[in-house]
């Protein structure tokens, strides 16, 4: 305190007084940015805020204190940071900040824009934002997961250190930075080109062109979205005016590339080729039932049951099926025993 003059001390005395207003203005900008991010449905990393404190400010003045005339000329007394998974994420947080707060773009940065062609580093977008009914402005720093990563080490490797480092050091430095930033833009690239690869396969699977669509994770639930088992669900249902309860099929998919399917026509096919079948098995096993509720997967497993039965698996291949859908347990073998039973006189069985 002893090495700040008069002024830099009337600097400090304002913003003792100031400092339950700062806390209101983080707070409302805090809520505010919240919001938007809530109505945008965008995920981020984080969302920071603080008030600078005392000790903080009072460096600041020791340093640079002849540069503010009053209090409301410093304008990170409140800071706010959002870290974003994407690049472009930051980009449309800020358009959603030039909408909440006016702007001071004479004293906002774009670091990410000030490198040259050759020099990677610090990469961030600072805006100073200004709220009505306040005198003083905030920082609003925008910035992904992988440059908050590279601001922190490289502070703590630099800054902190209070020595100068050497060539070969800053030169692995940049290196890293330049890795960090082809790694964010090839992210953001993965997302974009992941999206322009759902909405392809949409516009196939909704043009019934399935044969073109290979199967995973992805197509195969943008398939069951157009509900082709609904039909047979329903018939089984009907047996004992059974409610379908919802039911995963993510295990499914390991089982239909095992049963040669490697595109959505494969499974459309497959779906149709053995529907009758897999309908006539539930009514044998539900008709002397009362079970009351069933799961939406039935049909679909009752089409694998009869096409691993119909091309000789055996029970084998239906405990391989159960183990698969149940994970390994002892039950498998007498479940596979089970079924296998209640097929037995079914006419799939004797094709």
């Not at 002849?66 to 410093?74: C, E, G, T």
């Not at 595109?263 to 529907?275: H, N, P, S």
């Not at 000789?312 to 025993?337: C, P």
Request: proline share 2%; hydrophobic share 40%; glycine share 6%.
């Amino acid at each position: 305190m002893e090495a700040l003059d008069l002024h830099c001390r009337m600097i400090l005395d304002e913003y003792r007084e100031s400092v339950p207003t700062l806390e209101r203005m983080k707070d409302q900008a805090l809520a505010m940015l919240h919001d938007a991010l809530d109505n945008s449905g965008l995920i981020v990393t984080a969302v920071e805020a603080r008030v600078k404190t005392e000790s903080s400010l009072a460096g600041k003045l020791a340093l640079k204190g002849a540069k503010y005339a009053m209090l409301s000329d410093i304008t990170d007394l409140v800071g706010l940071r959002i870290i974003t998974f994407y690049t472009d994420d930051v980009d449309r947080i800020a358009s959603m900040a030039e909408k909440l707060f006016e702007i001071d773009w004479h004293n906002s940065v774009d670091k990410r824009r000030l490198h040259q062609l050759d020099s990677f580093g610090y990469n961030s977008l600072h805006y100073i934002c200004r709220m009505p009914g306040y005198d003083f402005r905030f920082e609003l720093q925008l910035r992904t997961t992988l440059q908050h990563a590279w601001a922190a080490i490289n502070h703590d490797t630099g800054y902190k250190s209070g020595i100068e480092i050497p060539r070969d050091y800053m030169r692995r430095m940049n290196r890293l930075a330049g890795m960090l930033e082809m790694a964010d833009d090839e992210f953001s690239r993965i997302r974009t080109e992941l999206a322009d690869y759902r909405r392809r396969v949409q516009t196939l699977v909704q043009n019934g062109q399935l044969d073109d669509v290979s199967l995973d994770g992805d197509t195969f639930r943008s398939y069951l979205q157009a509900k082709p088992l609904d039909r047979l669900n329903k018939r089984i249902a009907a047996i004992n005016q059974a409610e379908i309860q919802d039911a995963p099929f993510d295990h499914y998919l390991r089982v239909l590339k095992a049963l040669k399917c490697t595109t959505l026509g494969d499974v459309d096919r497959l779906i149709k080729r053995y529907e009758e079948d897999a309908y006539l098995l539930a009514r044998h096993q539900l008709g002397n039932t009362d079970l009351d509720i069933i799961s939406s997967a039935i049909g679909l497993q009752n089409i694998c049951v009869v096409c691993i039965l119909s091309t000789g698996g055996g029970k084998i291949g239906l405990e391989r099926l159960f183990d698969v859908l149940n994970g390994h347990n002892s039950q498998n073998t007498a479940l596979a025993e089970m079924t296998y039973n209640q097929a037995s006189s079914l006419p799939f069985m004797n094709h």
